[in-house]
């Protein structure tokens, strides 16, 4: 369910026992923004394909759920997400995948994700994607598939009338340490970012529904991550 907003300069959930689910859920971004809700007292669901996995994600104090979304249903996958306040979609078919995965899971568990969203009534839905997504994308390499696919599903995400959505766009991802810093705006140019700053500001998100609608750039800068969220919310 979710909360009543405040009234504040940035509107935000007040139900702190949320359930929220999240698609690829052994993730480097997944794992550290597991860790990150789960501290703050959220129920937390992880969407995993190996069985394996379950472990890293128990640790972090998430619930992992086997669900392959490369040949789930749309029935399965509204059942996972039964019940839940938000979802962040944050799966990726990864390195050395090929053209068609970077169509079956970058692109197709995308929009089998967000269709379940709307099946199950979770209107808060965060989306992961990529800066340079783009349909229109023109080039023959596997990255080039990539941020075709990226992007064919954020404009996917952007018709969906049942879905309060908003979209992530990182910059070049790195594992230094988080600095809590960073530029988040509709176009910031190009940069990289902390997977850990990226975390963070997923996490805000999701407590920040007056971003719904809003396509955002992220790479490090130099406003901590509450200030940048204030902002772009329009407070």
């Given at each position: 369910?979710?909360?009543d907003r405040e009234r504040g300069p940035v509107a935000r959930r007040t139900v702190?026992?949320?359930?929220?689910v999240i698609a690829g859920g052994h993730g480097q971004i997944a794992l550290r923004?597991?860790?990150?809700?789960?501290?703050?007292?959220?129920?937390?669901?992880?969407?995993?394909?190996?069985?394996?996995?379950?472990?890293?994600?128990?640790?972090?104090?998430?619930?992992?759920?086997?669900?392959?979304?490369?040949?789930?249903?749309?029935?399965?996958?509204?059942?996972?997400?039964?019940?839940?306040?938000?979802?962040?979609?944050?799966?990726?078919?990864?390195?050395?995948?090929?053209?068609?995965?970077?169509?079956?899971?970058?692109?197709?568990?995308?929009?089998?994700?967000?269709?379940?969203?709307?099946?199950?009534?979770?209107?808060?839905?965060?989306?992961?994607?990529?800066?340079?997504?783009?349909?229109?994308?023109?080039?023959?390499?596997?990255?080039?598939?990539?941020?075709?696919?990226?992007?064919?599903?954020?404009?996917?995400?952007?018709?969906?009338?049942?879905?309060?959505?908003?979209?992530?766009?990182?910059?070049?991802?790195?594992?230094?340490?988080?600095?809590?810093?960073?530029?988040?705006?509709?176009?910031?140019?190009?940069?990289?970012?902390?997977?850990?700053?990226?975390?963070?500001?997923?996490?805000?998100?999701?407590?920040?529904?007056?971003?719904?609608?809003?396509?955002?750039?992220?790479?490090?800068?130099?406003?901590?991550?509450?200030?940048?969220?204030?902002?772009?919310?329009?407070?």
């Amino acid at each position: 369910m979710i909360g009543d907003r405040e009234r504040g300069p940035v509107a935000r959930r007040t139900v702190v026992d949320m359930r929220i689910v999240i698609a690829g859920g052994h993730g480097q971004i997944a794992l550290r923004l597991e860790r990150l809700l789960a501290a703050r007292g959220y129920e937390v669901a992880g969407i995993i394909r190996k069985r394996e996995q379950g472990d890293d994600l128990r640790e972090v104090g998430a619930e992992p759920v086997l669900c392959d979304l490369e040949s789930a249903s749309l029935e399965q996958v509204a059942a996972v997400l039964q019940g839940a306040g938000a979802a962040v979609f944050a799966a990726g078919a990864g390195p050395g995948s090929g053209v068609e995965r970077k169509d079956t899971v970058d692109r197709g568990a995308a929009v089998l994700f967000a269709d379940a969203a709307e099946r199950a009534g979770v209107r808060r839905y965060i989306v992961v994607s990529s800066m340079g997504a783009d349909a229109k994308h023109p080039g023959d390499e596997v990255f080039d598939a990539y941020l075709r696919a990226k992007g064919e599903a954020d404009e996917y995400v952007k018709t969906r009338l049942g879905l309060d959505w908003t979209i992530l766009r990182p910059g070049s991802l790195t594992n230094d340490a988080g600095t809590g810093l960073v530029r988040l705006e509709a176009a910031t140019g190009r940069g990289p970012v902390s997977r850990d700053d990226v975390a963070a500001v997923l996490s805000e998100l999701i407590d920040t529904p007056a971003t719904a609608g809003l396509t955002l750039e992220l790479i490090s800068g130099s406003k901590p991550v509450a200030v940048a969220l204030k902002d772009v919310a329009g407070n």
